[in-house]
């Protein structure tokens, strides 16, 4: 095992062994520190022979897996009730997310999920809805989605949407296939997509994954689209500019009605990345801006959990201009009810569908929570909620920018607020030491690295649902660190973190030489 040598012993053994803690921590005989945990994998804590439920003997028969069926023990931890939730509560300790404090991970959103989007989720007309069910049967849900469209239309100021795509990157393969249609339609053949530097990296990924060839525009010193870089590269073989807006930096594109124009003039489309709609819901309305195709993160602008891979949801609202190109199923309202129209030869007349993009229309539970906050909110309620979360982000901006380097001067951000390395320079403290020293003081670092056109980025999304004692904790904690790193007090910086349940992991060794196989170690007891 070598991932876990600069970082707290992952053997029992070694654990006791004198000389393996450093010196200034207290040795345990347990491994353990306090009420933390040193928690082996269940497979280690498992006893042969024990069960925590009686279950009857089963009948073996070859009858139904012939030649397949199981000839060994097939491995399972056997543990007592007690043990397993034991185990599984220390997990739980282990783990960092927003219920247990800020998260200020720039770009991902990592805002406050009111509890009342949880219970109406798990109503059991919503919670325990199959999507095979008749749609006769599933009015109500098909109601709330199309409330939900209603709700997205009239926030974006576009005409339609499509709610199926799974998540954010789903939702961008959706607008550019939809864009990729509507040329076709028109009997060209564009290949070619403009993505300014500042998008998101999913953006070129997923342009190149729908056939088309990537052409990077450059940005400006201000951290902004070149706008005299963008018009040379405009043309009649491009197909769509992708922009970010507010863009990576955490600014917003000043020129985008500029842009918008000379992008249609061009005879392309406007693709804008939502995934920071939560910094303007409620107060600019994409569609007023020229924008043709945008996803929404549902999870990010309208508070639905997120992380870990989902489900997730990312539907896409598309102008008039693409909207006749939507996915299947479309779902209309007549005097019929509600009804998905999955087959073409029931399509209302100019539809002409690009295809579909799932199984089913979406993730039900994720369109609950996401109707839940905004009626909750109301209108004016998800533009306060933009509102806090730019006058966050500029708080916390305003308040370390004497200590801390922002690449782009004194003018005010987004919802995000971006730092440089810049003020570390000559301390021998890196970004990477300063964020893990972070984790040392309880939070979880901030977004590094990121965005790619910032030397050492350190991008900080606070969100609205912080109070403003919460961001005073947390700017003190990173004045401080700020402070010590200038004056070179290295201490705490080398090794961080070590107070966490791994210290710093030799990371180039995990990449380049990942253990990937487990073998169960012994672990040591009284008596046999």
Same mark, same amino acid.
């Given at each position: 095992?070598?991932?876990?040598?600069?970082?707290?012993?992952?053997?029992?053994?070694?654990?006791?062994?004198?000389?393996? +803690?450093? $010196?200034?921590?207290?040795?345990?005989?347990?491994?353990?520190?306090?009420?933390?945990?040193?928690?082996?994998?269940?497979?280690?804590?498992?006893?042969?022979?024990?069960?925590?439920?009686?279950?009857?003997?089963?009948?073996? @028969?070859?009858?139904?897996? =012939?030649?397949?069926?199981?000839?060994?023990? +097939?491995?399972?931890?056997?543990?007592?009730?007690?043990?397993?939730?034991?185990?599984?509560?220390?997990?739980?300790?282990?783990?960092?997310?927003?219920?247990?404090?800020?998260?200020?991970?720039?770009?991902?959103?990592?805002?406050?999920?009111?509890?009342?989007?949880?219970?109406?989720?798990?109503?059991?007309?919503?919670?325990?809805?199959?999507?095979?069910?008749?749609?006769?049967?599933?009015?109500? %849900?098909?109601?709330?989605?199309?409330?939900?469209?209603?709700?997205?239309?009239?926030?974006?100021?576009?005409?339609?949407?499509?709610?199926?795509?799974?998540?954010?990157?789903?939702?961008?393969?959706? =607008?550019?296939?939809?864009?990729?249609?509507?040329?076709?339609?028109?009997?060209?053949?564009?290949?070619?997509?403009?993505?300014?530097?500042?998008?998101?990296?999913?953006?070129?990924?997923? $342009?190149?994954?729908?056939?088309? %060839?990537?052409?990077?525009?450059?940005?400006?010193?201000?951290?902004? &689209?070149?706008? &005299?870089?963008?018009?040379?590269?405009?043309?009649?073989?491009?197909?769509?500019?992708?922009?970010?807006?507010?863009?990576?930096? =955490?600014?917003?594109?000043?020129?985008?009605?500029?842009?918008?124009?000379?992008?249609?003039?061009?005879?392309?489309?406007?693709?804008?990345?939502?995934?920071?709609?939560?910094? +303007?819901?409620?107060?600019?309305?994409?569609?007023?801006?020229?924008?043709?195709?945008?996803?929404?993160?549902?999870?990010?602008?309208?508070?639905?959990?997120?992380?870990?891979?989902?489900?997730?949801?990312?539907?896409?609202?598309?102008?008039?201009?693409?909207?006749?190109?939507?996915?299947?199923?479309?779902?209309?309202?007549?005097?019929?009810?509600?009804?998905?129209?999955?087959?073409?030869?029931?399509?209302?007349?100019?539809?002409?569908?690009?295809?579909?993009?799932?199984?089913?229309?979406?993730?039900? =539970?994720?369109?609950?929570?996401?109707?839940?906050?905004?009626? @909750?909110?109301?209108?004016?309620?998800?533009?306060? %909620?933009?509102?806090?979360?730019?006058? @966050?982000?500029?708080?916390?901006?305003?308040?370390?920018?004497?200590?801390?380097?922002?690449?782009?001067?004194?003018?005010?951000?987004?919802?995000?607020?971006?730092?440089?390395?810049?003020?570390? %320079?000559?301390?021998? &403290?890196?970004?990477?030491?300063?964020?893990?020293?972070?984790?040392?003081?309880?939070?979880?670092?901030?977004?590094?690295?990121?965005?790619?056109?910032?030397?050492?980025?350190?991008?900080?999304?606070?969100?609205?649902?912080?109070?403003?004692?919460?961001?005073?904790?947390?700017?003190?904690?990173?004045?401080?660190?700020?402070?010590? $790193?200038?004056?070179?007090?290295?201490?705490?910086?080398?090794?961080?973190?070590?107070?966490?349940?791994?210290?710093?992991?030799?990371?180039?060794?995990?990449?380049?030489?990942?253990?990937?196989?487990?073998?169960?170690?012994?672990?040591?007891?009284?008596?046999?």
């Amino acid at each position: 095992m070598t991932m876990n040598n600069q970082g707290r012993p992952s053997s029992i053994d070694k654990m006791v062994a004198p000389g393996t +803690i450093e $010196a200034n921590e207290l040795p345990t005989i347990s491994g353990d520190r306090g009420l933390d945990h040193e928690e082996p994998l269940i497979f280690e804590i498992g006893r042969d022979g024990m069960t925590g439920v009686d279950l009857p003997d089963v009948q073996l @028969s070859d009858a139904r897996l =012939g030649g397949q069926r199981r000839r060994g023990p +097939i491995g399972l931890p056997g543990l007592s009730e007690p043990e397993v939730v034991r185990h599984y509560v220390r997990l739980s300790r282990q783990n960092y997310a927003i219920d247990a404090g800020l998260y200020p991970l720039g770009s991902c959103t990592m805002k406050h999920n009111p509890r009342l989007n949880e219970k109406m989720a798990r109503l059991p007309g919503f919670g325990d809805l199959h999507p095979l069910s008749p749609q006769s049967a599933t009015q109500g %849900a098909l109601a709330l989605i199309s409330e939900l469209m209603t709700w997205l239309t009239t926030l974006t100021g576009m005409p339609a949407v499509a709610m199926s795509p799974k998540a954010g990157a789903h939702g961008e393969l959706c =607008g550019l296939l939809a864009i990729r249609a509507a040329i076709a339609a028109r009997g060209e053949t564009r290949r070619r997509i403009l993505v300014p530097e500042s998008a998101h990296g999913t953006n070129p990924a997923t $342009a190149a994954f729908a056939g088309f %060839a990537i052409d990077e525009v450059k940005g400006t010193a201000d951290g902004r &689209v070149d706008m &005299v870089e963008l018009e040379g590269k405009l043309g009649p073989d491009v197909a769509a500019i992708m922009l970010t807006n507010p863009n990576t930096c =955490g600014l917003f594109e000043r020129d985008i009605r500029h842009m918008a124009d000379a992008t249609h003039k061009a005879g392309a489309y406007f693709y804008c990345d939502g995934a920071n709609f939560n910094a +303007i819901a409620g107060r600019v309305r994409p569609g007023d801006l020229g924008v043709d195709a945008m996803h929404i993160n549902l999870h990010k602008t309208f508070s639905t959990p997120h992380g870990g891979g989902g489900p997730g949801a990312g539907p896409v609202v598309l102008s008039a201009a693409l909207a006749p190109f939507a996915p299947l199923p479309l779902l209309v309202h007549d005097e019929r009810g509600f009804r998905l129209i999955e087959d073409r030869d029931d399509l209302p007349e100019g539809a002409r569908p690009f295809g579909r993009m799932s199984a089913f229309h979406g993730q039900m =539970g994720m369109f609950v929570r996401a109707l839940a906050y905004m009626l @909750s909110h109301g209108r004016d309620g998800v533009r306060q %909620a933009s509102e806090d979360a730019v006058l @966050s982000a500029n708080y916390i901006l305003a308040s370390l920018k004497d200590v801390m380097s922002a690449p782009f001067g004194d003018g005010p951000c987004m919802h995000e607020a971006l730092f440089d390395d810049s003020f570390l %320079a000559g301390t021998g &403290v890196t970004t990477l030491d300063f964020a893990k020293a972070m984790i040392d003081e309880g939070y979880h670092p901030m977004t590094m690295y990121f965005p790619l056109v910032v030397h050492g980025a350190m991008l900080i999304e606070p969100t609205e649902s912080e109070s403003k004692e919460s961001l005073d904790r947390f700017v003190h904690v990173l004045r401080e660190l700020a402070l010590e $790193a200038k004056a070179k007090k290295t201490e705490r910086f080398a090794g961080a973190p070590r107070l966490a349940p791994r210290r710093r992991l030799d990371e180039t060794a995990a990449a380049r030489k990942p253990v990937l196989r487990w073998k169960k170690r012994e672990l040591p007891q009284a008596a046999e």
